[in-house]
C-alpha cells in the first residue's frame, strides 16, 4: 500500500502564480486534512474534509481553497502565492478509531 | 488554540528517561502523540481518549489527565532511534463528542547521544 501520496515533493512559485498540491489515499479513510508546517509552530490545519463532498475550513485557512474530488484526493490550491506561504505542507487522512493520522511525505514549496 | 508542549528540547544518552508534557487550555476528547525525524512526514505513536487511561508502546508510554486537560509521553531507555521531534496533538471535547481534527503543539526536539 502506498499510503499517502502527495505531488510534487518540491516547488518554487514566483509571488502571484498559482497552483495545486494534490494528495491522494488508497486506504478508504473518510477524513482528510492539510496541515502547514513552519519552524517553531508545530503543524496547523489549513483545511479539513470529514467525508467525501464535505470541506471546512481550519485554523489558517487564508490563501487557499480545497477540493474533495472523491474518497481518495483532497487538493490544496493556492490561487496567487504570497511569501508568506513558504512552508512544508502535509496531507494526512484518518481512519478513526483511535489509529490516528496517517501523513504524507510533505511538499516543501518556497514562493519568491 | 494551540496546546503548549514543555520542554522545547531535551538533550539525553542512550538509556536515560524523558517526559514530555502537552498542555490545553480546552476540555479534550482525545491526545495523540507522533515522532518527526528531519526531513520526514510526522508518524503516529499513540491515542489516549479521555478516562484518564495511560498507554504503552514498547519503552514508550503516554497518560492523560483530563481533568487537567494534559497529557504526558514518558520515554524510558532511550534509544539513538528515540531522536526526533515529538509533537502532541489534541482533539476538542463538544459535549461528549470530538471536534473531529487536530491542534498540535509546537513540539519537543528530542537528541539521543551515544
Known amino acids: 500500500n502506498a499510503g499517502v501520496t502527495q505531488t510534487p515533493k518540491f516547488q518554487v512559485l514566483k509571488t502571484g502564480q498559482s497552483m495545486t498540491l494534490q494528495c491522494a489515499q488508497d486506504m478508504n479513510h473518510n477524513s482528510m486534512y492539510w496541515y502547514r508546517q513552519d519552524p517553531g509552530m508545530g503543524l496547523r490545519l489549513i483545511y479539513y474534509s470529514a467525508s467525501e463532498g464535505t470541506t471546512d475550513k481550519g485554523e489558517v485557512p487564508n490563501g487557499y481553497n480545497v477540493s474533495r474530488l472523491n474518497k481518495r484526493e483532497f487538493s490544496l490550491r493556492l490561487e496567487s502565492a504570497a511569501p508568506s506561504q513558504t512552508s512544508v505542507y502535509f496531507c494526512?487522512?484518518?481512519?478513526?478509531?483511535?489509529?490516528?493520522?496517517?501523513f504524507g511525505s510533505g511538499t516543501r514549496l518556497t514562493v519568491v | 488554540q494551540q496546546p503548549v508542549q514543555s520542554p522545547q528540547a531535551v538533550i539525553l544518552r542512550e538509556g536515560e528517561d524523558a517526559v514530555i508534557n502537552c498542555s490545553s487550555s480546552k476540555a479534550l476528547y482525545s491526545v495523540h502523540w507522533y515522532r518527526q525525524k528531519h526531513g520526514e512526514a510526522p508518524v503516529f505513536l499513540m491515542i489516549l481518549l479521555k478516562g484518564g487511561e495511560q498507554k504503552g508502546h514498547d519503552k514508550i508510554s503516554a497518560s492523560f489527565n483530563e481533568k487537567k486537560q494534559q497529557s504526558s509521553l514518558y520515554l524510558t531507555a532511550s534509544q539513538l532511534s528515540y531522536s526526533g521531534t515529538y509533537f502532541c496533538g489534541t482533539e476538542g471535547n463538544a459535549g461528549g463528542t470530538s471536534y473531529g481534527k487536530l491542534t498540535f503543539g509546537q513540539g519537543t526536539i528530542l537528541t539521543v547521544h551515544p
Open positions: 494526512a487522512s484518518e481512519r478513526g478509531g483511535g489509529y490516528g493520522y496517517t
